[in-house]
């Protein structure tokens, strides 16, 4: 009875390791995505552990890593990474990258993981699933989290809004930041801009005019509903253009009753129309051809 209140007095590390130093294993329950248990909980080297090739987060704050570090000096590591077993002493992380680079510059030597078994598929939907439920991931990072569990996973997007716990509106909101230019892609992913922002942009079907909106958004630090205004006069004058282009007359015609007005009168006529209103001017060289005209006209 005393050795059994000692051990639970001697903490999570003392749990995960014996008196001599080797790794013990804990069974601990972890339900996998297809909600079956598939993992156990083990102390393992640091140096057996190397990065997820599928790590759907591309950036690390520095200044928030070497906080985490230092958090981690004084209290440990409070949540356990998780991996999977590729060899006898290699594993590859699935979740926890943050914490397993903050953790080497703490100057760890070991850390808790959750070990789990899984192919490269089944790792990259447990990493990018992972990733977008725990992780603060810019809206970027998510959509591009997205994109990829469509394409590589081969889910529909009403699967992937079960999976991550979105309804089909919002993962089709965020699948459609990735049709932006890159340079405002950027920008959200920078939290430059956010959100809001790009959604009031993405409304603006010309690349040319998100970049208008986005340059003004900059300068003169437009809010999102400023912005969507913005964004429907934009709009809306682009499509007042489109329906004056359909309407003008072609110049095609223009060219053909410029001719016949020419052949008519004896002198080069000029006829100019935006589809609505124009002119036709009739040049004479003297009075007498001025007078020859207006007797064609009837005047």
Same mark, same amino acid.
């Given at each position: 009875? %005393?050795?059994?209140?000692?051990? /639970?007095?001697?903490? /999570? ?19 996998? /995505? ?9 102390? &393992? ?31 440990? &590591? ?12 290699? #594993?590859?992380?699935?979740?926890? !990258? ?5 953790? $080497?510059?703490?100057?760890?030597? %070991?850390?808790?993981? #959750? ?23 810019? +809206? ?5 989290? #997205?994109?990829?569990?469509?394409? !590589? ?8 809004? !079960? ?10 909101? #965020? ?5 932006? +230019? ?39 630090? /437009?809010?999102?509903?400023?912005? !969507? ?5 934009? %709009? ?23 001719? $016949? ?20 001017? &009739? +040049? ?16």
């Amino acid at each position: 009875m %005393s050795t059994k209140k000692k051990a /639970l007095g001697r903490g /999570l590390s003392a749990l995960l390791s014996d008196s001599e130093g080797e790794k013990s294993e804990v069974e601990v329950v972890v339900p996998s /995505l297809s909600g079956q248990p598939s993992s156990n909980l083990n102390e &393992i080297p640091i140096e057996e552990i190397e990065t997820n090739p599928f790590q759907p987060r591309q950036y690390f704050d520095q200044e928030a890593l070497n906080e985490l570090a230092e958090s981690i000096k004084v209290h440990g &590591i409070i949540q356990p990474i998780t991996v999977r077993k590729l060899s006898q002493h290699q #594993y590859q992380l699935i979740s926890g !990258e943050r914490r397993f680079q903050a953790s $080497k510059l703490a100057g760890l030597k %070991s850390l808790p993981a #959750y070990v789990r078994t899984a192919n490269d598929q089944q790792m990259l939907e447990m990493a990018l699933i992972e990733n977008i439920q725990r992780e603060n991931l810019n +809206p970027i990072e998510i959509s591009l989290s #997205y994109q990829r569990l469509i394409s !590589e996973c081969n889910l529909k997007q009403d699967e992937l809004g !079960e999976r991550v716990g979105k309804n089909r509106t919002t993962v089709t909101n #965020y699948l459609r930041l990735l049709k932006l +230019p890159p340079d405002i892609q950027i920008a959200v992913r920078d939290n430059r801009i956010s959100m809001g922002h790009a959604r009031a942009i993405i409304n603006i079907e010309n690349p040319d005019s998100q970049l208008f909106i986005f340059k003004k958004i900059i300068a003169e630090d /437009l809010s999102v509903r400023a912005v !969507e205004s913005l964004a429907r006069e934009v %709009s809306e004058g682009a499509k007042l253009k489109e329906e004056t282009k359909q309407t003008a007359t072609p110049p095609k015609e223009i060219h053909q009753l410029q001719s $016949k007005l020419s052949s008519h009168f004896g002198t080069k006529v000029t006829v100019k129309s935006d589809g609505k209103k124009g002119d036709i001017r &009739i +040049p004479f060289l003297s009075v007498e051809d001025l007078n020859r005209i207006l007797d064609i006209l009837k005047v």
